[in-house]
């Protein structure tokens, strides 16, 4: 059995079992993810987006095999067993291609989903929701239309699965998710008060996507659909934070009950609490997505060794990596230009503590990447006084002081995000056979 599919066996029983999908291609934030996976004994997913990787490269310049290799590059220096490591494919459709015609787009999207299943990745969220080109802009996109562009990805993904299956029999049909009712990746401008996705509309999406699928002669793939994609009100600005309140999304989980073989997957649930995370759980919202806090928490970590380093060596001997990370994002402001307002001094301010995180576009940068690489290698070779590793990272000095964590400046990155990570782990009942 697939292992979402055995989480929603487990909560059929009453378990209140789910996962955390990492969004993220950064080589720490997988490190920590595969750190936390390791020290709790379950699988780790992690997760890809198509404007992230497709076959064109995407913002990474990565294809899907090449984002496999990558994850699997990191756990085989970890040590960690491929087989716990789950990929998921995030909004695979054609989201990068909504200039175009539905005809071009969609045979876009056709040979990226196939990549994604060819190369072995067991969770795709198949997402057709967005307007192409030959569209009426003038009106809402009809479920009907969705669904039937839905059931043309379903039938890429059944053909690509089923040439895997024939080079590799023991190979593990992937599971799907449908919908995409979701928060504006990356975060708002402004996390105003949310629409809770209504009952009847969550309905008409599973009774357009069964249509649509048997239709559309892919009648077999409704047997893989897991999850639901849905906005459970929960969303982040630069700044501020919608939290989830069990109250407004009552009615919507309470008609997750009519669909056992069901959950929902709830994204940018980035900056949720401890409690609110564990009430999504329980309320159904089994699958919880998170990315930018993530690279938030890395940020905040390499700022903090600049602040150490900048304390132990002579600046000409320093990363500079609080500089030139800012340097690439000032010269080349599209990937945050549209997320920070202000005077320049207020782009300044968020451009580095943003909760939008748009920091994250540019950490794989030669220049910013090499900084951050530097910081690494002087702090290694610098003994890191505990006093000072309290002033800047005040919970790792504690896991410090208990054993713990090594005063490692890889070290006390990793646990810097995997703390964040370690709110997701709690969500979920710790009898369960639940997955990070």
Not at 37 to 52: D, K, L, P, S, Y
Not at 121 to 149: C, E, G, N, Q
Not at 209 to 225: K, M, P, S, Y
Request: glycine share 6%.
């Amino acid at each position: 059995m697939h292992p979402l599919q055995k989480m929603i066996e487990n909560r059929r029983r009453g378990i209140v079992d789910g996962i955390c999908c990492v969004c993220s291609a950064n080589e720490y934030v997988v490190m920590a993810a595969l750190d936390r996976a390791e020290r709790a004994g379950r699988c780790a997913v992690i997760e890809a987006t198509a404007n992230q990787v497709n076959q064109y490269g995407g913002y990474t310049g990565m294809r899907p095999a090449g984002f496999r290799e990558f994850v699997y590059g990191i756990a085989d220096r970890m040590r960690f067993p491929r087989a716990r490591i789950l990929l998921g494919g995030d909004h695979l459709g054609p989201l990068t291609w909504t200039g175009l015609s539905e005809e071009e787009a969609m045979g876009r999207a056709e040979a990226l989903v196939a990549l994604y299943v060819e190369a072995g990745f067991a969770k795709i969220h198949i997402d057709t929701s967005m307007m192409l080109a030959d569209d009426d802009h003038t009106a809402r996109l009809p479920d009907a239309v969705i669904a039937r562009r839905g059931a043309r990805l379903a039938r890429a993904c059944e053909e690509a699965f089923a040439r895997r299956k024939a080079a590799e029999p023991d190979a593990e049909h992937p599971v799907y998710v449908i919908g995409s009712e979701v928060p504006i990746p990356g975060g708002t401008k402004t996390a105003e008060a949310l629409e809770v996705t209504r009952p009847e509309d969550f309905e008409a999406t599973v009774t357009a996507f069964a249509r649509a699928f048997r239709e559309g002669g892919t009648a077999d793939a409704l047997d893989h659909v897991i999850a639901v994609v849905i906005q459970p009100g929960v969303e982040f600005s630069n700044d501020s934070v919608s939290e989830y309140d069990p109250a407004a999304a009552q009615t919507l989980c309470r008609s997750l009950a009519a669909h056992p073989n069901l959950v929902f997957e709830g994204h940018s649930t980035d900056y949720q609490t401890r409690p609110c995370l564990r009430s999504m759980a329980q309320d159904g919202i089994a699958i919880q997505k998170v990315g930018p806090a993530l690279t938030f928490a890395l940020r905040e970590g390499l700022f903090a060794l600049s602040m150490m380093e900048a304390e132990l060596l002579p600046e000409d001997r320093r990363a500079h990596f609080m500089e030139i990370l800012d340097a690439a994002m000032t010269r080349n402001p599209m990937h945050w230009k549209s997320y920070y307002q202000g005077t320049p001094a207020e782009q300044a301010f968020q451009r580095r503590y943003g909760q939008s995180d748009r920091c994250r576009y540019y950490l794989a940068e030669p220049d910013v990447k090499a900084a951050a690489a530097k910081l690494m290698e002087n702090l290694r070779g610098t003994e890191l006084p505990l006093p000072l590793i309290s002033q800047y990272l005040p919970l790792q000095y504690q896991k410090i002081r208990m054993g713990e964590l090594r005063a490692d400046p890889v070290a006390l990155t990793m646990d810097k995000v995997g703390s964040v990570i370690d709110d997701y782990l709690a969500a979920f009942a710790p009898a369960s056979e639940c997955f990070l």
